[in-house]
């Protein structure tokens, strides 16, 4: 089978379309995109190899990000987000930057390797998930100067890890808002997206120029189909997100994160 053949002829567009569904709900429940869910399916379920499905889900990522980012302007208008613009400046700052870098790396890094790296983020995200609904709001850790450096400082290892993942990074974002910045809760998540989307198109258009970046156009139906379903998904997994106790949702979710992390570290 020619492993370049288009995903609509190798790969049931229904199962894409529920299979972003799903992984959307799963990210709509915990305030993400999802794409921390959607690596391993891409990899473990459809057969992409790592940097190809990073790409992917980069793709991905960023039409649930831009639509998310307009679903919450009734919660969070856009003129609370544009007032904190400052905040915004010094995380990308450094997030652009590392978008850049990561997106390289990832290109230039052996597949296994890439396996191996994309499994050790998944089990951070997997720690940050059951470590973050501890986060409250309040004062700063920092202030002035050493607050910029620090903010320009976690905002490339953001981009690196976003990058490198294919994610919106949003995970490690909202917590750094809420302790750096002593953002409130529900405005860090509208401040991670506004972040994320440059972020997220600078490691696009890195990934660009790489020969990889190929598989979008061999699988255009797929990446809409699939990220229809994403948006979908996240929609719902919003409504339910009142349903679901954390207590219980976030440790389950947190367990599939590192049974992925293991069979991608495992993947050949």
């Known amino acids: 089978m020619n492993l370049h053949q288009p995903a609509a002829d190798r790969r049931s567009l229904s199962a894409a379309f529920v299979g972003g569904g799903v992984i959307g709900t799963l990210g709509g429940l915990i305030g993400l995109g999802g794409a921390e869910f959607r690596l391993p399916l891409l990899i473990g379920i459809f057969r992409f190899v790592a940097l190809e499905a990073v790409i992917l889900n980069k793709a991905m990522s960023l039409v649930v990000v831009a639509s998310a980012l307009l679903f919450r302007?009734?919660?969070?208008?856009?003129?609370d987000v544009l007032a904190h613009w400052p905040v915004i400046v010094n995380l990308l700052a450094g997030s652009l930057v590392g978008a850049w870098f990561g997106a390289g790396w990832a290109t230039r890094l052996r597949s296994e390797t890439l396996y191996r790296v994309i499994a050790v983020l998944l089990v951070v995200i997997a720690v940050v998930l059951l470590l973050e609904h501890q986060i409250t709001g309040g004062a700063a850790i920092f202030t002035g100067t050493t607050q910029a450096i620090a903010g320009v400082i976690a905002g490339f290892g953001i981009g690196v890890f976003?990058?490198?993942?294919?994610?919106?990074?949003?995970?490690?974002?909202?917590p750094t808002l809420v302790l750096l910045f002593g953002a409130d809760i529900k405005l860090a998540g509208s401040l991670s997206l506004a972040v994320s989307l440059p972020t997220m198109l600078v490691g696009?258009?890195?990934y660009s120029r790489d020969q990889s970046f190929s598989v979008l156009g061999r699988n255009r139906s797929f990446v809409l189909v699939t990220a229809v379903g994403s948006i979908v998904g996240s929609y719902v997994g919003g409504l339910l997100l009142g349903i679901a106790p954390g207590a219980v949702l976030l440790p389950v979710l947190a367990a599939i994160l590192v049974i992925s992390a293991v069979k991608v570290w495992r993947h050949r």
């Open 73 to 79: 302007t009734k919660a969070v208008p856009v003129e």
């Open 162 to 174: 976003a990058s490198l993942l294919g994610v919106a990074g949003g995970e490690l974002l909202i």
């Open 204 to 206: 696009f258009t890195r």
